[in-house]
């Protein structure tokens, strides 16, 4: 669930202010170029401060250590190592293909490519992919052992009592014949995408059964050679590292990757533009955009993101149990203004729907607009909406809209406590700081009416969106980890939900024409006030080449070229 927590440097603080034509050296986006420059030199990169979390690969669940160790170690499989939507595609990396499901999607057969070693210079073995994924219960602080893994023969046993995992009937390794089977307890039309992420990347037997301080040794072309949280974190060449497939772990450009701590956004700007440094990681400040745009145009890229950011109504509490009283504040909401507050249509666009642009599943939809038809939304309709609002009958309703004290959410929230007011509510502003405020927006408990919060693709899936967000099991009542905020269920949507899933199994372009019907029912029924799809900016400096943007793991850092 690649949500805000995991995303939070997206949050553009102070783009009010920015005019239109901030970034448009970078919104004249120039087709990705190919790993085609010299290999050689240091990639230097800047950031505030470290990753998150444990540096542990089964750990971690930040961009920032993702980005590293994608290409410090591999998984079974692989998201495609390319830029558009060629980099959405699952690809065999430790596998020589991706196997064919059997038993309904039950059981599937992994052939491990032979001769390939790890950065200690120990071969791969299947027995190496037992013991990964005993080792990510065993741990006991996998974010998403328990979620994504325990469909995995053994697995639930293994979330109940971590140190004694067994998943011999799960993960049948034979290093003799080369192969791994995983057997599944029901089928799973994403396991291939949890297969291809960092929590399921291959560690040699022996790795610690508790959380490592740096990440042990993988099978890519660079080796971790430093982590300091205080200071930067290091990769160089692993020279075990023998290319097998650039499809899914090209050998690299860079000799050395280097990403340093401490530096304040500004001053990590002002290194790049000195060429001290050769990335920002963190969003550059909007007090620097317009001339980074202007003086530094053809270092600056700006890439769409598949992700949302929305409002969710509280569909159980008054007065958005209220059909017509959810539609009619989407009829209300101008999602242009939204989008100005964010930083304007060139880090923006109006959505009304919940599925994100170019993603599985994803057909324009947007009835809540003046002229609907098009897909696309044009203009409230204010009209339309003070009508269904009359309807409703919850006029002077008093709602608290909810959103965290980050400047850009709060003038969301401020937005609509006027529209709200304006519409015949009695509403107010509950801005609470960003680290409770997510989780006290999920706790039915608190009765919340009207919630901030956005969402992040954890891998190209429409139900990663849509059965993550608003299906009927993702609401847990008076829990902190509820992500359905919108505590939204219907049934016949559900039933929707579940074939979908089934069908992807063995069929998963109808599966995404299922997801396409749900996209629509479930937008008709406004559990949201979905605002817009936020892009994501990238500052790099003049001695960058070879500038990739992967839709799974963002900018490619190995395949820029230095030198």
């Not at 600056?300 to 009619?328: C, E, I, M, S």
């Not at 400047?407 to 107010?428: H, I, Q």
Request: charged fraction near 20%.
């Amino acid at each position: 669930m690649r949500s805000r927590s995991l995303f939070s440097l997206l949050t553009l603080v102070g783009l009010a202010a920015l005019l239109l034509t901030a970034c448009g050296g970078g919104s004249k986006k120039k087709a990705s170029s190919s790993s085609s420059g010299q290999a050689g030199g240091t990639l230097m990169t800047v950031a505030k401060g470290a990753p998150s979390g444990s540096p542990d690969p089964q750990i971690n669940y930040t961009l920032q250590e993702w980005q590293l160790l994608i290409i410090s170690h591999d998984g079974l499989l692989a998201f495609k190592r390319t830029s558009g939507t060629e980099g959405t595609k699952i690809v065999p990396d430790l596998a020589t293909a991706v196997p064919k499901a059997q038993d309904g999607g039950k059981t599937y057969v992994f052939h491990i490519r032979k001769g390939i070693k790890f950065s200690n210079g120990k071969e791969l073995k299947p027995s190496d992919v037992k013991y990964t994924f005993e080792r990510l219960f065993k741990i006991g602080q996998s974010p998403n052992a328990g979620t994504w893994y325990n469909v995995l023969v053994g697995g639930d046993a293994c979330v109940k009592t971590p140190s004694t995992c067994d998943l011999s009937k799960g993960v049948v390794a034979d290093d003799a014949a080369g192969t791994v089977t995983f057997h599944l307890t029901k089928g799973d039309p994403e396991f291939f995408d949890k297969l291809a992420v960092p929590f399921a990347f291959i560690l040699p037997t022996g790795t610690p059964n508790k959380e490592v301080q740096i990440p042990p040794p993988g099978t890519g072309p660079y080796k971790w050679v430093e982590y300091n949280a205080n200071k930067q974190m290091k990769l160089v060449r692993n020279t075990n590292f023998k290319e097998w497939s650039k499809d899914a772990q090209p050998k690299g450009n860079p000799d050395v990757i280097v990403q340093k701590f401490g530096l304040s956004a500004e001053a990590e700007v002002t290194q790049v533009e000195n060429g001290q440094a050769d990335w920002v990681f963190d969003t550059p400040p909007s007090d620097r955009l317009n001339e980074i745009s202007t003086k530094y145009g053809d270092q600056v890229h700006v890439n769409p993101l598949t992700a949302v950011w929305y409002f969710a109504f509280n569909v159980r509490v008054p007065p958005f149990d209220n059909l017509k009283a959810r539609q009619g504040v989407n009829y209300a909401t101008d999602r242009n203004a939204l989008v100005k507050i964010y930083g304007g249509p060139k880090l923006a666009v109006p959505t009304c729907q919940i599925l994100p642009p170019n993603f599985p599943g994803y057909k324009p939809y947007c009835p809540y607009t003046k002229n609907p038809g098009s897909g696309k939304w044009t203009a409230p309709d204010m009209a339309k909406a003070k009508q269904l609002i009359a309807a409703s009958g919850t006029k002077g309703a008093a709602v608290k809209v909810n959103t965290d004290t980050v400047e850009t959410d709060k003038a969301l929230g401020l937005y609509f406590v006027g529209l709200l007011n304006k519409l015949g509510y009695k509403a107010s502003l509950q801005a609470l700081s960003p680290d409770i405020q997510y989780p006290y927006c999920q706790n039915s408990k608190n009765k919340i009416q009207f919630c901030w919060s956005s969402w992040y693709q954890d891998y190209p899936a429409a139900s990663d969106f849509l059965n993550i967000l608003l299906g009927c099991g993702s609401f847990i009542p008076n829990s902190n980890a509820s992500p359905n905020i919108a505590e939204f269920c219907q049934k016949p949507i559900q039933a929707q939900m579940d074939q979908a899933l089934q069908q992807g199994i063995t069929d998963p372009s109808g599966a995404n024409e299922k997801w396409t019907a749900i996209d629509k029912a479930v937008t008709d029924q406004a559990p949201w006030v979905s605002m817009f799809n936020p892009k994501y900016i990238d500052f790099l400096s003049k001695r960058v080449k070879g500038y990739q943007f992967s839709p799974q793991w963002y900018f490619l850092l190995d395949q820029a070229s230095v030198k």
